[in-house]
């Protein structure tokens, strides 16, 4: 059955392996562990032990940065919600960053979507640790909700 909101599906399954993936590598969400963390979900460490995760790990990365981190590849400014004309998912970005656009397909539902590509917000290293120093709790949470159902 397709998904009532594929943008939010992919984003929710997205957070929920790269926080697996740190995990995996022994390090638990916690204030000294930040530096670890952000290391461990750099797209140069990923991208090499998980490249099955994510189409970009085999191809072009997503971002052109040099020190880009898929910890937050699903931004905290991105409004999955958002419908177009049709009624259909397009997405948007809650800051309006000029950096973003929207990109056409015939084949999406609302016959674009919201891309970020151009974006460099919350994707560099730096962004992603000073993120992760103001909002360690809502990684906790998800860290334990995997532990429970293992
Ligand atoms: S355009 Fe930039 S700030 Fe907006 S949702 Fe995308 S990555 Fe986030």
């Not at 750099?42 to 991208?47: G, L, P, R, W, Y």
């Not at 309006?96 to 609302?110: C, I, K, V």
Request: proline share 5%; glycine share 6%.
């Amino acid at each position: 059955m397709a998904s009532e909101n594929y943008l939010k599906e992919w984003a929710e399954g997205f957070k929920k392996r790269i926080v697996s993936r740190v995990l995996e590598a022994g390090l638990e969400f916690t204030v000294e562990n930040i530096p670890g963390i952000v290391r461990e979900a750099s797209f140069a460490v990923q991208s090499k032990k998980h490249p099955g995760d994510c189409p970009c790990y085999t191809s072009e990365p997503c971002h052109a940065l040099v020190d880009l981190n898929c910890l937050l590849c699903n931004c905290p400014n991105y409004n999955a919600n958002t419908r177009g004309a049709n009624g259909e998912i397009q997405g948007s970005c809650r800051v309006d960053s000029s950096n973003g656009r929207y990109t056409e397909h015939p084949n999406l539902p609302a016959g674009r979507v919201w891309d970020c590509n151009g974006c460099p917000i919350f994707h560099s290293s730096e962004e992603v640790e000073k993120y992760l120093m103001e909002h360690l709790e809502d990684f906790k949470k998800i860290a334990d909700k995997i532990k429970a159902e293992k």
